[in-house]
């Protein structure tokens, strides 16, 4: 395994089980989270640059109903689907493991675009996020190109796709870190700024090796009841 491949697996370790069997797979090289955390973190982060990071920063209120409604309806098919499956109610497969995540990502996305813009850019309360057709448009477009790549699995885009999904779950950490950053310190409508951007930074580095290490110790503590874990050759 080269550099590159080692530091994502490592990476995926402190947030995901990864079992071998809900691996998204192009060709034989499997991702480095399973199907699920994939949709959940590149839906999320996908929509949220499309409707705050990059666009749509001066929209900070409620997303309309319909929006919550959709939202609320990705949650619980994720919901559904784990707890069902957990429970061996039923089999479930990779794709609704991915489907069902990405739509509570990109849903939640929506909520959370609100609160970014409100806090962090200062937006206005009285523009709702995702309303018209424009900026719903633009954030189902971009969801669409991201989930492509995830649901194809051409071998060719092997490494973006990891890229993307690395770069998902770090952005992901780093804007939920750089709000509570920001509402700690009481600089709502500042933009960002560059100390709490590194600070919010630093939080998701140290969350994610807290995160890395108890997997390992609980990992330790478990050896002799759960299989070895698993890397790919």
């Known amino acids: 395994m080269n550099w590159w491949d080692r530091s994502l697996w490592e990476l995926?370790?402190?947030?995901?089980?990864?079992?071998?069997?809900?691996l998204l797979r192009f060709g034989e090289r499997p991702l480095f989270v399973c199907s699920r955390d994939t949709g959940i973190f590149v839906s999320f982060f996908t929509v949220l640059l499309a409707l705050s990071l990059l666009r749509g920063r001066e929209r900070?209120?409620?997303?309309p109903p319909y929006i919550l409604g959709a939202a609320a309806a990705g949650v619980l098919?994720?919901?559904?689907?784990?707890?069902?499956?957990?429970?061996?109610?039923?089999?479930?497969?990779n794709l609704i493991r991915f489907l069902s995540g990405f739509a509570a990502g990109g849903g939640t996305a929506?909520?959370?675009?609100?609160?970014?813009?409100?806090?962090?850019?200062?937006?206005?309360?009285?523009?709702?996020?995702?309303?018209?057709?424009?900026?719903?448009?633009?954030?189902?477009?971009?969801?669409?190109?991201?989930?492509a790549p995830y649901l194809w699995r051409p071998g060719a885009l092997y490494v973006p796709a990891q890229a993307w999904?690395?770069?998902?779950?770090?952005?992901?950490?780093?804007?939920?870190?750089?709000?509570?950053v920001y509402l700690l310190r009481g600089k709502e409508g500042a933009g960002v700024m560059l100390p709490y951007a590194v600070?919010?930074?630093?939080?998701?580095?140290?969350e994610l090796t807290g995160s890395y290490y108890l997997h390992h110790?609980?990992?330790?503590?478990?050896?002799a009841l759960l299989p070895k874990r698993f890397i790919p050759g």
Not at 12 to 22: E, L, W
Not at 60 to 63: I, Q, V
Not at 199 to 206: E, G
Request: with cysteine; glycine share 10%.
């Open 12 to 22: 995926g370790f402190a947030i995901c089980h990864q079992n071998p069997h809900t």
């Open 110 to 147: 929506f909520p959370a675009a609100a609160l970014v813009n409100r806090v962090v850019f200062g937006g206005d309360r009285a523009l709702r996020t995702g309303a018209g057709s424009g900026e719903l448009a633009r954030a189902a477009l971009a969801a669409a190109l991201a989930a």
């Open 165 to 180: 999904l690395a770069a998902s779950i770090l952005g992901t950490l780093w804007v939920l870190n750089l709000l509570l």
């Open 217 to 223: 110790l609980m990992e330790a503590r478990s050896s």
């Open 199 to 206: 600070a919010a930074a630093a939080m998701a580095a140290l």
């Open 77 to 93: 098919f994720l919901a559904w689907d784990g707890l069902t499956s957990y429970l061996g109610l039923r089999e479930t497969t």
């Open 60 to 63: 900070a209120g409620t997303p």
